[in-house]
């Protein structure tokens, strides 16, 4: 078993389990490679607005939901 | 002039949160065979809402977008939906997310409590709707025809409401018509839309000569056969039944009355039996 770095958690990314470096939610979109794109955010289930995503820390085991437009009835 | 717009047809005008809407047919985006497809539906049904979703987007996928793109370029108001939300905090979340995404603060509020009937959980569809109303949503409630739960729902600040006629996606029509007239006759005055269930234009006349207000439909023209041409049969469907209803419909009887009158029948003989 690989010693985790103690920078390094696991998080839960659209219920994916997925290690990053990032501290939070802004920093993970932007290592994920998500970039300027339309899309919104929650957080354990709570709804991060999309300038409060630089104050939005995470920690191991965070669930965190990026959605966009789709089609819908 | 006797030239009818072909939009309104002389029918009045439908309020929605104040907002006037010029077309009592509201459609889904979903389950269409192509985007084309899809806008020119929208265009035939003469469509002024549809409705959207949100779902989980890849990294650099920015297939959002595209599709926000798409609807904008139709020019019609956009109703993004809670789908598939099955308590409260998911759907309140959801709608919070659609707002940001679609800049409307409009919500086709749908809180499921069964996955084969896809039945509204009516308590915590007035937990959800609650809150959202005191968030400033103009939350528009995927309801049954329970009269209740629509007292209920109009406590917790909606403005309209949304019930059933059928499951969705089942094409039934209207499954429980003594409870939905019953709901339109006790709330005259509230904006009411039939929701889900729609499979057939002649579905949707009914609900219109009923006097709801409006019709949201999607699986029964994005599974048409051919779509634009299902948009367009629904659209006069839609435009006929509501015309119907602003006319008054004659009262039904249960025996034969003759409509050529029967003074001055030939052969008539008041002897003969």
Redesign the interface.
Known sequence: MQPASSKRASVLV??KPTVTEALTLAELLSE????E??????LN???V??AARTQARLAPQDRI????????? | MNAINPRSAGTSALSLYGVDVDSRLLL?????PSPQI?SDAVKAARAAIV???????????????Q??EL?KALGVRVM??T?GCRTP??A???A???R???ESDWIKLEVIGNDDTLQPDLFGLVEAAAVLCRDGFKVFPYTTEDLVAAERLLAAGCEVLMPWGAP??SGRGLANPYALKSLRRYFAKVPLIIDAGIGAPSHAVTAMEMGFDAVLL??SVAAAADPVRMALAFAGAVQAGRMAFEAGLMERRDMAAPSTPVAGTPFFDLERP
Do not use: W
């Open positions: 659209n219920g994920l490679g998500y970039g794109g339309h899309f919104a955010t929650a289930g709570a709804f607005p999309r939901e990026i959605v966009a437009p789709r089609q819908g009835g | 889904g985006t979903a389950r269409f899809m409705t959207v979703s949100v779902r989980r987007e890849a990294a650099r996928a920015n297939t959002g977008q599709f926000f609807i993004p939906n789908a905090k998911e309140i979340t959801t919070q997310m659609a940001e995404l679609f969705i996606g999607n699986t």
